[in-house]
């Protein structure tokens, strides 16, 4: 079973915020509006139960995924419902809204924001931890809510074949445009027993 | 005539770094490459007064593109751009001559890399 101390989660939390907060800048400057984030969630899931923790009453997904390795391993992602999905890419291309799919310059479009969004934390993650995460391209689709973790990995993170997973969700507001989504993170099991490690390193750095 | 390469597998991306770079230099000519590996092909063949790369991309990855563009060419002004700032891309940018900027880019940001790389307007 997955546990951290307290010192390791509060260190854990902190670190994600520096992330998303390099995250939301980055997505203020490319939509041009305020964007709000959420406290962080923390907590130690089934990766069955993902969909239900994220669900907002849209039957659709709309996943912006890269897998990272090296440092640790895990699944990084950028969730929206279909329609706010929709909503943002129409912004960003300054197209019509409502859009009527998701094509293919829609989600190419969304991939880059995605790709943008995730690097921007890992990035703000990997150096507060002082290692490398090497990430895979990002991969945007549109699935069903009840099945689109198993199906929307690389290869490369982790083994979605593991019933456990650490989920660090946040939501992101973007005041006046009325779209909200999550960032997800997900860590193998396996990679517990580093990031503890590399936790109480940071932890020792700051008291140093 | 300004001629700038910019190599990023996303057409959003490379729309993004054009735009921002005619706010600049309006009459800049702009040659998209949507790879590595097809960019290197274009620097053989063509003089350019700067080279954007992106990091993370199918076949070639920025770093890899760098290198093996240093060995015929160690002075052309290069700038990775990517959402991937962890300090050792910067570090293994700086290693090569390039500077890495992050993603995305601002119209403040794109004047000082032109002005690193000369292209003041």
Sequence with gaps: ?208 | MTTILVIDDSSTARKWIAREVRKHLPQAEIVESPSGDAGLVLVKSTTFDLVTVDFNMPGLNGIEFIQQLRAFNPSIPVAMITANTQQTNIDRARALKAELYGKPLTEAVVGELLRKAGLSP
């Design chain 1, 1 to 208: 079973v997955i546990s951290l101390d307290e010192d390791a989660r509060d260190a854990l939390v902190e670190i994600f915020n520096l992330g998303v907060s390099k995250s939301a800048v980055a997505l203020s400057q490319m939509v041009g509006a305020e964007v709000r984030l959420s406290t962080p969630d923390f907590e130690v899931i089934r990766i069955d139960q993902i969909a239900e923790k994220i669900a907002q009453g849209g039957d659709l997904a709309c996943v912006v995924r890269e897998d990272f390795r090296d440092g640790l391993d895990g699944g990084a992602m950028l969730v929206f419902t279909e329609q706010e999905g929709l909503r943002l890419v129409a912004r960003l291309l300054d197209s019509p809204f409502p859009l009527p799919k998701l094509a293919e310059a829609e989600a190419e479009a969304l991939s880059e924001v995605g790709n943008i969004i995730l690097n921007a934390c890992l990035a703000q993650i990997a150096d507060a931890l002082q290692i490398y995460l090497e990430t895979s391209l990002p991969v945007c689709q549109v699935v069903g809510m009840a099945k689109w973790i198993p199906s929307a990995g690389s290869g490369m993170g982790p083994n979605m074949g593991t019933s456990e997973a650490i989920l660090l969700k946040v939501n992101l507001n973007v005041e006046e445009r009325g779209i909200m989504g999550y960032l997800i993170f997900l860590l193998d099991v396996r990679s517990t027993v580093k990031l503890k490690s590399l936790l109480a390193a940071f932890v020792q750095r700051l008291g140093a």
